[in-house]
């Protein structure tokens, strides 16, 4: 075998409250992350002709720093086999959006490697090479629903939350991780929202509950190109959302549906101002 085909799904987060900041610049956090069918496809290919990765996307880089590259050059450490690759990124995730795209093709590219180069290393490892390229790599490789502590990298499994509707709307204003960390007024957040009735919503699948209780707290991120996330999910509410919040640190906002035709109706308005409208599940 000289050639394998992943899929990278994204994420959002359901739930997200951000704890304190460590002395490393890290931020503690505490989420609930769910993978969604939004998805990248990644081609890793064996090659003698040098590293080279191709993306058509404007936004996504083909250099070192690429995530991508990143995860190759870690594979290749661990390994300690040197063998060049030409990775094929065929984008759909948006770009810079709060959904973890980069982190998703990071890890399709770890667990990639992991077949091509038959190293059988367990997801448990895998996710281990993760957590030294981004926080939300580890996720990436996991999948599924999970509570995430730590930076991200503690992961337990919940309850599936499967097959939920979503609408996903992504305005175009490109957002800096870091910068809407660095705007978020810590001291400000008093009141953090109570996790485990949280979870228990999930594994009681009450639907309703876990919807009209999701949360957010970058939304408090004190950052100009945030002020358009109210307006988005009032407009999501307005049109039959059960509940609407910002996706990671933004600017995606999404919001649960249960009405198929509600939901077709709010995309069709929300197309009128924003830029990339999808319908999406969660898996
Ligand atoms: P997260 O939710 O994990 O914070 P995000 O969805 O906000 O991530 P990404 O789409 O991962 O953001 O992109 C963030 C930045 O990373 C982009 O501005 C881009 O320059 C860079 N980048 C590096 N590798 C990739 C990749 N494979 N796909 C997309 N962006 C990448």
Request: hydrophobic content about 40%; aromatic content about 6%.
């Amino acid at each position: 075998m000289d050639e394998v085909v992943l899929e990278a799904f994204g994420k959002i987060n359901l739930y997200l409250d951000v704890l304190w900041k460590r002395e490393d610049g890290y931020h503690e956090i505490r989420s609930i992350m769910q993978s969604i069918d939004l998805k990248d496809t990644i081609k890793i290919r064996e090659t003698n002709s040098g590293m080279k990765i191709d993306c058509a996307h404007p936004q996504v880089p083909l250099d070192s720093s690429n995530l991508v590259y990143k995860a190759w050059e870690k594979m290749k450490e661990i390994s300690g086999i040197d063998k060049e690759v030409n990775i094929t990124i065929h984008k759909r995730i948006p770009v810079a959006a709060g959904l973890a795209g980069g982190s998703a093709d990071a890890a399709a590219v770890i667990k990639g490697l992991n077949i091509l180069w038959d190293l059988n290393l367990k997801e448990e490892d895998l996710m281990k090479i993760g957590i030294k390229i981004g926080a939300d790599v580890p996720f990436c490789i996991k999948g599924g629903t999970c509570l995430a502590e730590g930076i991200g990298e503690k992961l337990t499994s919940i309850e599936p939350f499967k097959r939920k509707l979503l609408l996903i709307a992504t305005p175009n204003i490109p957002i800096s991780t870091e910068k809407a960390y660095k705007n978020l007024p810590l001291d400000k957040i008093h009141a953090h929202p109570d996790i485990d009735r949280f979870i228990k919503g999930i594994k009681d699948k009450d639907f309703k509950f876990v919807a009209k209780n999701m949360i957010n707290v970058m939304e408090y991120s004190e950052l100009d190109e945030l002020k358009i996330i109210p307006s988005i999910k009032e407009e999501m509410i307005r049109f039959g959302a059960l509940g609407s919040i910002m996706s990671g640190s933004g600017p995606t906002v999404f919001g649960l549906f249960e009405d198929e035709k509600l939901m077709m109706k709010c995309k069709k308005s929300l197309e009128r101002k924003i830029e990339n409208v999808f319908f999406s599940r969660t898996i």
